[in-house]
């Protein structure tokens, strides 16, 4: 047996604890949530683990999220009877294009983002539901268990994961209540670990799964969720904006859901193709909440939890094959998120079912999956709409004209728009004309980035090896730093990244990581423009706790 991943060579040397399955899921998200029931279903004698890294289930889901329902429907008919704890059915649809001090409603709300029939949910609450329903069909799930790496036979094929090591020191050592991390072997893997996920990245290399797609391209999504004072929602209303504090040059837009008992669900997503190098997402979201339509609404509120998450944009275009040997990829993991519908959920439950009706009809054999996913509904939709996130990347306007087009031709067009990788997006200092940012005095909380890491109740043991991995930390601070700024600094929503002044130093100064700090948001793996950035997963349990995000 031979394993692939950081430190898999070292680890032979220790004793490790076995687990059999018949398939081992990665990831306790709605992808693969959904993959467990159904498979469960289909076959019960079959044994089906899931593992998530996260200490609860949903503890690490964000998402905004309306959601389509009839994947669920098919799933899980009569859900409606007894729904998930925060599920408030769609109501009325705005669209605002926003100016510094005001702005315009578009007077018809484009056809994607039209919500009928919809439910605004907590993705984290819906899986914490959908959890004990994979269980009662006997589906065993074990949160705390981060998988660190995956094990392959002699002939290269997937067959299991490596849950870290529980109990190491930062200086790799081990504490005195270490724990060998268990090999879970299985007939098949499902990875479905969300936008960007870690084992995702290395296997998509290993097997050259992206050979025939475009590079993946991603968002950064940053939610909050507030308690404001009474009589300020209607329950069902759902605001989208783009405009301002966005530069026409940069995609961005925010969401604002009202939700029941006094509370709304707001955030603001930034494509990670931005080219500002001194750009901010998450100023740019505080800015945001402190427009006049925006702050009348929160001023006197709490916030109740907040945290960031990237959102995978590449869509059609992008879809990198999806099966491999002894292992496929579902949900977010493969890219499937609509982005003109703002939406994946439907999508992570409709791969996640035909992955389980696949494996189930072809006794566990992964070959089949990518064409089958292909010729599905899934793509179907993602085709129609696969130009008009790239038509942004030639500014808002451009951008708008080219959504009106495709969907007035239903996505026929005879062309193609290209995706490139959004870590060459970002232009030089003093390259890029700095754009007239317009951004006002803001007082709502929370004040600074640690507040807002309060919010995300982000924990990690300080002394464990730092999870994110920088190859070479020169170039932070000569390089990076004349050509850059070092734009980790303002990328990172949680003040993960810092330079920090040291005599010792040659340059006087060297890169300081807040590890303690990660939200597990992945933008500094996706936008680092020197690709020197590894995110691997910390101990088991770690990270954020978000509470109905």
């Not at 269980?135 to 799930?141: F, N, T, Y």
């Not at 609404?297 to 916030?303: A, D, K, M, R």
Request: aromatic share 8%; charged share 20%; glycine share 10%.
């Amino acid at each position: 047996m031979s394993e692939t991943g950081v430190g898999a060579v070292a680890s032979e040397t220790i004793e490790r604890d076995v687990m059999e399955y018949d398939v081992v899921t990665v990831g306790a998200g709605p992808s693969g949530l959904a993959f467990a029931i159904r498979l469960k279903q289909l076959n019960p004698e079959l044994s089906v683990c899931v593992i998530e890294k996260a200490s609860t289930i949903g503890a690490q889901i964000l998402s905004g999220a309306v959601i389509e329902p009839e994947p669920l429907d098919r799933l899980l008919p009569g859900w409606r009877d007894n729904p998930p704890p925060i599920c408030v059915p769609a109501g009325e649809d705005e669209f605002w294009f926003l100016t510094r001090d005001g702005g315009r409603k578009f007077p018809v709300v484009p056809p994607g983002m039209r919500n009928h029939g919809n439910f605004i949910v907590s993705l984290g609450a819906m899986c914490a539901w959908l959890a004990p329903q994979a269980e009662a069909l006997g589906v065993e799930i074990y949160p705390g268990f981060a998988a660190a790496e995956t094990l392959h036979d002699e002939a290269g094929q997937v067959v299991g994961v490596r849950i870290g090591d529980m109990g190491v020191a930062k200086d790799g050592s081990h504490k005195p209540g270490f724990t060998p991390g268990i090999d879970i072997r299985a007939k098949v893997t499902v990875l479905a670990e969300g936008a960007r996920g870690h084992l995702t990245k290395r296997l998509v290399k290993r097997f050259g799964l992206d050979a025939d797609s475009d590079p993946q391209s991603y968002s950064i999504g940053i939610k909050e969720l507030w308690q404001v004072p009474e009589g300020r929602v209607t329950p069902g209303k759902i605001v989208h904006t783009l405009g301002w504090p966005a530069d026409p040059n940069t995609y961005g837009g925010s969401f604002l859901y009202h939700l029941e008992n006094n509370q709304v669900a707001l955030g603001y997503v930034s494509g990670l193709d931005y080219h500002d190098p001194e750009y901010k997402p998450w100023e740019a979201f505080q800015q945001w909440k402190n427009h006049p339509t925006v702050k009348p609404l929160l001023e006197g509120g709490n916030i109740l939890s907040a945290g960031a998450r990237a959102i995978v944009t590449g869509g059609w275009q992008s879809l990198p094959k999806v099966e491999m040997p002894g292992a496929l990829l579902i949900g977010d993991t493969a890219g499937l998120l609509n982005v003109p519908k703002i939406k994946g959920t439907h999508q992570a439950i409709r791969s996640g079912m035909l992955a389980a009706e696949h494996l189930a009809a072809s006794q566990l054999a992964p070959e089949g999956f990518d064409a089958k996913l292909r010729a599905s509904d899934a793509m179907a939709e993602l085709k129609q709409v696969r130009n008009i996130k790239p038509g942004f990347k030639k500014g808002l306007w451009f951008g708008l004209a080219n959504a009106a087009w495709e969907t007035a031709t239903g996505g026929h067009s005879p062309w193609t728009l290209k995706n490139k990788p959004d870590w060459s997006s970002l232009d030089k200092v003093g390259e890029h004309e700095e754009p007239k940012r317009d951004y006002v005095q803001r007082d709502l909380a929370p004040r600074d980035r640690l507040q807002a890491v309060y919010f995300a109740a982000t924990e990690h043991d300080e002394d464990q090896p730092v999870h994110l991995r920088v190859a070479d930390t020169d170039i932070c601070v000569t390089r990076c730093a004349q050509e850059y700024d070092n734009p980790c600094t303002r990328f990172c929503p949680a003040g993960v990244y810092e330079i920090v002044a040291d005599a010792t130093a040659g340059s006087g100064k060297r890169l300081q990581i807040n590890a303690a700090n990660c939200v597990h948001c992945k933008t500094c793996d996706i936008k680092d423009p020197y690709q020197i950035i590894d995110w691997v997963t910390p101990e088991g349990g770690s990270g954020p706790n978000y509470q109905n995000l």
